[in-house]
């Protein structure tokens, strides 16, 4: 079992800042592969960034440029640093751990790939 617990999340302003953390607990084992997805109101939940266990990482186009997904394995703590955050931003946001997500982190961005999820954290950023 995996429980994850994400923090960081706040209001902003368009064109701030904010760095999300989520901390994992349990089998670590079942979180080699890590990654971030928001949901809006109404809409479907989607993939922003991911990180394997060799280090490959995934962003959607969307955040290309602006937000950075990292990870310190001796904390267990996986990082999303968002920066020039626009309105559109505005979402839950989740962090989600399995042992794999596909073949070559190709199924990073697909919710049913990952096993665990945390419980969210908001993040409002106003024009």
């Known amino acids: 079992q995996v429980q994850l617990v994400e923090s960081g999340g706040g209001s902003v302003q368009a064109g701030g800042s904010l760095r999300l953390s989520c901390v994992a607990f349990?089998?670590?084992?079942?979180?080699?592969?890590m990654a971030w997805f928001r949901q809006g109101p109404g809409k479907e939940r989607e993939g922003v960034a991911g990180?394997?266990?060799?280090?490959?990482?995934r962003y959607a186009d969307s955040v290309k440029g602006r937000f950075t997904i990292s990870k310190d394995n001796a904390k267990n703590t996986l990082y999303l640093q968002m920066n020039s955050l626009k309105p559109e931003d505005t979402a839950m946001y989740y962090c989600?751990?399995?042992?794999?997500?596909?073949?070559?982190?190709?199924?990073?961005?697909?919710?049913?790939?990952?096993?665990?999820w945390g419980q969210g954290t908001q993040v409002t950023v106003s024009s």
């Open positions: 349990g089998n670590i084992y079942s979180t080699s592969c």
């Open positions: 990180i394997d266990s060799d280090g490959l990482i």
């Open positions: 989600a751990a399995d042992a794999m997500a596909g073949p070559d982190f190709l199924g990073w961005a697909i919710p049913y790939e990952y096993d665990y």
